[in-house]
């Protein structure tokens, strides 16, 4: 009776498994935001002269919204509204920075261990934009580009916000 059980349990283990794991495959590709998970929540990076708070969460449609908050000193000042969002060419990074009057655009170039990158080559600086998980509680963010004939980068490390 027990050796009937056992070969009944894992006789329907080894028929679903291989369900469970396409359905898991499928719902991944079928969210290519997915993979940017790791940037939802709330993050903080503390400078010499000022801190930046970045926010990220998924809205009811779907797509990553984010918001980067400067603080110095006494003043809070927002820097830029900014989300990832998929349409039929791709991947993409939409950044409305206050000081522009137009959002640009940054297509997904990667995402692997290097970080998720996205880039508009029509842009001077900054023309790239990555985040880079660090660990479960850390993430560094840098943007870089062409500038006085050299490329400048610029980046902050975060840390989770609990």
Request: some cysteine.
């Amino acid at each position: 009776m027990k050796l009937r059980l056992t070969l009944i349990i894992l006789l329907t283990c080894t028929t679903l498994a291989p369900t469970i794991n396409a359905q898991r495959a499928s719902k991944t590709s079928t969210d290519p935001l997915s993979q940017f998970s790791f940037l939802l929540g709330k993050w903080k990076a503390v400078g010499a002269i000022r801190s930046v708070v970045e926010s990220w969460s998924r809205d009811s449609s779907g797509v990553l919204r984010g918001i980067s908050v400067v603080v110095q000193g006494t003043d809070t000042t927002v820097s830029d509204v900014k989300r990832i969002e998929v349409d039929s060419a791709g991947v993409f990074f939409i950044t409305d920075a206050k000081r522009n009057k137009t959002e640009f655009k940054f297509k997904l170039d990667h995402n692997d261990s290097t970080g998720a990158c996205f880039v508009n080559p029509k842009l001077d600086f900054p023309n790239k934009f990555c985040y880079q998980p660090a660990g479960k509680d850390s993430l560094y963010f840098w943007m870089e580009g062409p500038g006085k004939g050299v490329i400048q980068r610029q980046g902050y490390r975060f840390g989770r916000v609990k």
